[in-house]
């Protein structure tokens, strides 16, 4: 009670104190000037109450019965037999029933907020994902006036994660588990290079789990290409929650193009195939109208900028780097060598990539390379010196070294709405600006110099007849992406923002400007979507079964109806999350249109294509069910036990009253100041 009203205080003095500052000191003496300060003071109070979260004394409340809840936990494993061999639902949907005929109320546990249901509802329900994070469900019915809830789940969590979710709650919580340990071996993850050369073998990795084992019991994890079995091996059944990874050396593919690798975990006596299956693709053979990094000296810069260009744009990328003269080192995931390679290995390549970025160039380039440059319309420079600058058609001057901090102030130009928001400040400064005119290009990031000055660009654009392009004055941007949190958000959002504006639709570039950031899903999991420079606009896309869908050499072409329809709004970056599909493989044809209707000026909207595949996969058994459970009576809030059914009232914030009160003196000081004369 003591910090309730501590924070009252502090709350009442932090909002009243500015009120009667602006009435007594900063507005004129109007008539009523006094009354006004009542309604404003009084609002303030009631905000504070509202914050603190009082109990009401006494009956006024829900009645009894409308204050219990059941919230079950509608996983898969609902699905598995219990020790009568009867699916685990059977004994739930009894329980359920017995819950009701008390009075109580029926929720199931969601993501971010349960949902209410009846007993009908609750037997046709569809299976949810596996939620091991159960907290936000329990305060939302808490806060709702819950007095009890009792959690019906297999409870397949870590103990951590179940104490944190009944920590502080301010209802009576009790724990009822169902079901228990089943025999089970599945795949948690399929890991794959997205581009391999034709030729060349495929590496990559199994990681699988299981559960219900015996000693000496096996697992075998067979892998499958083009329809054929290409790889079968052996593995010990891992214990429960110990995950495992094995690797896979697959054969070569002699023909290009993608490939579509399943791998299946195979277990006598497994009872749950949902999790048995994974599938990844490979493309096999040289990019097409991909990235093409071409780096002349060592740095960090190309290891860490090809794999966040390569994400944030969808495009497949390689990289090469100079180690002697015509003597180059492979770059990139999926592109590994066992040695130097000669440049003729992709010299012929370099006008055809969709994105080619030069960086490291210090002393005089190669004729192929400055003839590549000349005519490319889509390039990102990352020069380490003079002639490095002089091949992106700048003049500057030297090199200034020490360390320059970004600015926060970010200059008008396409990349600024990819970075708004972030700490630009805060991340670690560049080094070795060469300051340059703009020669017609445009600042897209500045920076301070390290005793203070006026801001100079690090970072410009240039957009004439040949194309458009990036380049960088400073060195150092990799240590953004190095680090993990707010520097490498900014790291990718920076270059995710170059990337958009190189290769939007107004610029030469690639098709295919609507992609799924990733070629296959889980039906338990939202799928992301991209539409590069679309940032603000509603993407529309309808899906057609692969077999009776076959995809239309033109977007716009589609026979029939869609089977399935979504609609997302895109975020700044062109970004959106569709919520998840049935199982298989789908053809899908986006549209992205403005949402206020066809553009005034005509502009061709952005119609694509492509398949994306959904698995069957349901994590509901990554995790093994708890062994024990802990008492729910054992957390307390604030030092007082948690409160359990019929005791404590109902909390503030569940009742009308008081947002009614907050909506009329809120009208009555607006209305009078106008009257009055203020503003």
């Given at each position: 009670m003591t910090t309730g009203l501590l924070l009252f205080l502090g709350l009442a003095l932090l909002g009243g104190l500015p009120a009667l500052y602006l009435y007594l000191k900063g507005e004129p003496p109007v008539p009523g000037r006094a009354?006004?300060?009542?309604?404003?003071?009084?609002?303030?109070?009631?905000?504070?109450?509202?914050?603190?979260?009082?109990?009401?004394?006494?009956?006024?409340?829900?009645?009894?019965?409308?204050?219990?809840?059941?919230?079950?936990?509608?996983?898969?494993?609902?699905?598995?037999?219990?020790?009568?061999?009867?699916?685990?639902?059977?004994?739930?949907?009894d329980r359920a029933q017995e819950a009701t005929q008390e009075g109580a109320r029926l929720a199931l546990l969601g993501a971010n907020e349960p949902e209410g249901v009846d007993i009908l509802t609750l037997q046709d329900a569809p299976r949810r994902p596996?939620?091991?994070?159960?907290?936000?469900?329990?305060?939302?019915?808490?806060?709702?006036?819950?007095?009890?809830?009792?959690?019906v789940s297999p409870f397949r969590m870590t103990f951590s994660e179940l104490t944190h979710a009944l920590d502080g709650l301010p209802a009576g919580v009790g724990l009822e588990q169902v079901g228990g340990p089943v025999r089970n071996a599945g795949i948690l993850e399929l890991e794959l290079p997205r581009r391999v050369p034709a030729g060349d073998p495929v590496e990559g990795s199994v990681l699988f789990f299981g559960e219900g084992g015996e000693p000496n019991d096996s697992v075998l994890i067979r892998v499958e290409a083009r329809g054929e079995v290409v790889t079968e091996e052996l593995h010990p059944l891992p214990?429960?929650?110990?995950?495992?990874?094995?690797?896979?050396?697959?054969?070569?593919?002699?023909?290009?193009?993608?490939?579509?690798?399943?791998?299946?975990?195979?277990?006598?006596?497994?009872?749950?195939?949902?999790?048995?299956?994974?599938?990844?693709?490979?493309?096999?053979?040289?990019?097409?109208?991909?990235?093409?990094?071409?780096?002349?000296?060592?740095?960090?810069?190309?290891?860490?900028?090809?794999p966040v260009l390569e994400s944030v744009s969808g495009l497949p990328g390689e990289g090469y780097l100079q180690v002697a003269a015509d003597r180059w080192l492979v770059l990139g995931e999926g592109s590994a060598s066992p040695g130097p390679v000669e440049s003729q290995i992709f010299r012929d390549r370099l006008g055809q990539a969709g994105l080619l970025v030069v960086h490291g160039v210090d002393s005089a380039a190669p004729e192929w390379l400055e003839a590549a440059v000349q005519t490319h319309p889509r390039i990102i420079h990352l020069p380490a010196g003079q002639a490095g600058a002089a091949l992106a058609s700048l003049s500057p001057a030297g090199a200034r070294p020490g360390e320059w901090?970004?600015?926060?102030?970010?200059?008008?130009?396409?990349?600024?709405?990819?970075?708004?928001?972030?700490?630009?400040?805060?991340?670690?400064?560049?080094?070795?600006?060469?300051?340059?005119?703009?020669?017609?290009?445009?600042?897209a990031l500045a920076v301070r110099p390290p005793g203070g000055g006026d801001p100079l660009a690090a970072l410009i654009l240039r957009e004439g007849e040949g194309g458009r392009s990036a380049v960088a004055l400073a060195r150092g941007f990799w240590r953004?992406?190095?680090?993990?949190?707010?520097?490498?958000?900014?790291?990718?959002?920076?270059?995710?923002?170059?990337?958009?504006?190189?290769?939007?639709?107004?610029a030469p570039g690639p098709e295919g400007r609507i992609r799924s950031t990733e070629p296959v899903v889980s039906m338990e999991e939202a799928s992301e979507w991209e539409a590069l420079g679309q940032g603000g606009r509603i993407l529309e896309l309808s899906f057609f079964p692969q077999e009776t869908g076959a995809q239309p050499s033109d977007p716009g072409e589609a026979s029939g109806s869609p089977v399935h329809t979504r609609r997302v709004t895109l975020d700044e970056r062109g970004r959106g999350y569709v919520d998840p599909l049935p199982s298989g493989q789908w053809v899908w044809h986006g549209e992205v249109v403005d949402p206020l209707g066809p553009d005034v000026e005509g502009e061709t909207a952005v119609v694509d294509t492509g398949m994306l595949e959904v698995e069957p996969w349901s994590g509901a058994l990554v995790h093994p069910p708890l062994d024990s459970l802990p008492d729910p009576s054992d957390f307390r809030r604030d030092g007082e036990p948690i409160r359990t059914a019929g005791g404590g009232g109902r909390p503030l914030r569940t009742h009308p009253l008081p947002y009614l009160l907050l909506i009329v003196l809120l009208s009555l000081e607006w209305v009078g100041r106008r009257r009055a004369g203020l503003r």
């Open positions: 009354f006004f300060l009542g309604l404003r003071l009084t609002t303030v109070l009631i905000v504070a109450i509202l914050l603190v979260n009082p109990s009401l004394p006494g009956t006024d409340g829900p009645e009894p019965e409308a204050t219990r809840w059941m919230l079950i936990d509608g996983t898969r494993a609902l699905d598995l037999p219990d020790e009568g061999g009867q699916p685990v639902q059977v004994a739930v949907l596996s939620i091991r994070n159960v907290h936000p469900s329990l305060l939302r019915l808490a806060e709702a006036g819950a007095d009890s809830i009792v959690l214990p429960p929650g110990q995950p495992a990874r094995a690797t896979l050396q697959l054969p070569p593919e002699a023909d290009t193009g993608t490939v579509r690798y399943s791998a299946r975990a195979v277990l006598e006596g497994d009872i749950f195939s949902a999790d048995d299956h994974r599938v990844g693709y490979v493309r096999v053979g040289p990019p097409e109208g991909g990235i093409l990094l071409v780096s002349l000296s060592p740095d960090w810069e190309p290891r860490v900028l090809l901090s970004p600015v926060a102030e970010l200059p008008p130009s396409p990349v600024a709405p990819y970075l708004a928001e972030l700490p630009l400040a805060n991340l670690p400064p560049l080094t070795d600006l060469r300051p340059a005119g703009m020669d017609g290009g445009t600042a953004w992406g190095h680090r993990g949190g707010p520097a490498r958000e900014a790291y990718r959002a920076l270059w995710a923002g170059v990337a958009s504006w190189i290769l939007s639709p107004e």
